[in-house]
């Protein structure tokens, strides 16, 4: 017999338009850990640095579908509430990876932390923590 998590088909990722934009790649995907990739080029400012809005989109992603994930095995969608950044480097080339960890799991939130590494040098770029309303 199977339960009721079990009977709920679990949400996939699908891109929106701006992750398409981006160029996000999927790794992994599960309420507990998502990983994806973005390159820099065609996701930088003006100066030529990777642009910190870019990190922002790819690491609010990643933690909200980890949310929708697990708000889809109770048959609810996950709204993002409150997301915060430290940028703590950048970059002006080749790719960077997201890899969101849930913190919490519960019937009406969701945390995930999310952390930005440069694939060559495997520097951290930047550090999230997102929060979403399971409704």
């Known amino acids: ?3 009721s998590a079990e009977q709920q088909q679990l ?3 699908t891109l929106g338009e ?3 934009k981006l160029g996000v790649r999927v790794l992994e995907e599960s309420a507990e850990r998502v990983v994806a990739t973005m390159p ?3 996701n930088r400012q003006s100066l030529g ?3 910190g809005g870019a990190m922002l989109a790819l690491g609010e992603a990643v933690g909200s579908w980890g949310a929708v994930i697990h708000a889809s095995s109770m ?3 996950a709204v993002g509430v409150d997301v915060n950044a430290t940028h703590h480097k950048s970059s002006r080339d080749g790719e960077v990876t997201a890899t969101s960890t849930a913190i919490h799991l519960g019937r009406s939130l ?3 932390e999310v952390i930005i590494t440069h694939n060559g040098t495997g520097d951290r770029l ?3 923590r997102i929060t979403n309303f399971i409704k």
């Open 18 to 20: 701006l992750d398409e």
């Open 1 to 3: 017999m199977q339960s």
């Open 110 to 112: 969701t945390t995930h």
């Open 40 to 42: 820099v080029e065609g």
């Open 75 to 77: 048959g609810k969608v």
């Open 11 to 13: 949400w996939k990722i």
């Open 49 to 51: 640095l990777l642009h």
């Open 126 to 128: 930047c550090t999230l």
